[in-house]
């Protein structure tokens, strides 16, 4: 067991302030069916562990957080995110998640209510047109929870859209209280549930209330 602490850390993937890190550990029999096809998680099959970890004033080159925190855990085959929280783009994120080294399935449940437009880039073309149909003040708040395969541990270089895109399961709902527009209409209220399986998005629900014009 171990911790860090640092004013300021530095590397190729980014800067961050006042970091804490702590880390609790002991050897564990693995699972029977750990082996080759694991790829790197069999080094770590033999072992569990807790860790928690915090920081401030993350800069990465695609993401910014004003503050990040999060605990987690392994015990082969599944790893745990819990309590994740972050301030970003003037809003936050939290949420806990799960992966399963066996089945490769990761699972993620949030809520979030920043500026999604802030992390466009991450998109696809078509999401990105999709997104910048909207307009809004305050950022709707959003939860869902996300089921996704992620590709063979095996696999250096996995083909994402064919292999991991199609397994992309999403269920959730949004509220936007405050108002905003689409395609230039004004609306004073919106909010909905919505879904995302065969690549294929549906609002089941709807309700929207628009300004008169």
Known sequence: QGGIQAARADSSWGSARDVHLTLAGETND?????????????????????WSASGSRI??????????????????????????????????LSGDGSLNVTTRAALLDATADFDARSVAHFLTPAARRWLSQFDWQTPPDVT?????????????HPNWSNEVRPTLQVNGAFSAPHGGAFRGAPVDAAASSFGYTNR?????????????L
């Open 144 to 156: 869902a929870q996300l089921r996704v395969t992620l590709p063979a541990w095996t696999n250096p």
């Open 200 to 212: 294929v998005w549906t609002l089941p629900r709807s309700e929207e209330h628009t300004s008169e």
């Open 30 to 50: 693995p699972p029977a069916d750990a082996g080759p096809a694991w790829g790197p998680w069999v080094k770590i099959a033999p072992y569990r562990f807790t």
């Open 59 to 92: 800069t990465t080159p695609k993401l910014q957080f004003a503050s990040a925190s999060f605990e987690g855990s392994w015990k082969a085959p599944v790893a745990l995110v819990n309590k994740l929280q972050c301030e970003l783009y003037g809003g936050s």
